[in-house]
C-alpha cells in the first residue's frame, strides 16, 4: 500500500525559509515513474495546486510561488521536496504531497507577518 508522509512545516515569519518533505512508501516503482505535486489549502480556502515535478524532473509552479519555491525529488529515497523562501503570510496553510489519488495527511506552514 502506497503511503506519502509530510514533514516539515512550521511557524517562521515573513521573508523567512522552509523545506518540506513528502516521503512516499510502499513502492519504489510507483514514486519513481510518477509525476508528484504539492497542494496547500488555507483556512476558509479550497485546495490549491503549488508545483507539481514530473518523473523525469521537469517542474511547474503556480504564478504565487514562481521565483520563491522549488520542488525537488530523490528517487532514490523515495522523496519529494518543497523548498520555499521568501515566505509571506498569504503562503500559511496545510501543505498537501499528492501522487496519483493518493494524498498525505497535510503539514502545516504558518507565516507570522
Known amino acids: 500500500q502506497v503511503q506519502l508522509v509530510e514533514s516539515g512545516g512550521n511557524l517562521v515569519q515573513t521573508g523567512g525559509s522552509l523545506r518540506l518533505s513528502c516521503v512516499v512508501s510502499?513502492?519504489?516503482?510507483?514514486?519513481?515513474?510518477?509525476?508528484m505535486g504539492w497542494y496547500r489549502q488555507a483556512p476558509g480556502k479550497q485546495r490549491e495546486w503549488v508545483a507539481r515535478?514530473?518523473?523525469?524532473?521537469?517542474?511547474d509552479y503556480a504564478d504565487s510561488v514562481k521565483g520563491r519555491f522549488t520542488i525537488s525529488r530523490d528517487n532514490a529515497k523515495n522523496t519529494v521536496y518543497l523548498s520555499m523562501n521568501s515566505l509571506k503570510p498569504e503562503d500559511t496553510a496545510v501543505y498537501y504531497c499528492?501522487?496519483?489519488?493518493?494524498w498525505g495527511q497535510g503539514t502545516q506552514v504558518t507565516v507570522s507577518s
Open positions: 499528492n501522487l496519483g489519488l493518493r
Open positions: 510502499g513502492s519504489i516503482f510507483v514514486f519513481s515513474h510518477n509525476d
Open positions: 515535478i514530473s518523473s523525469s524532473g521537469s517542474a
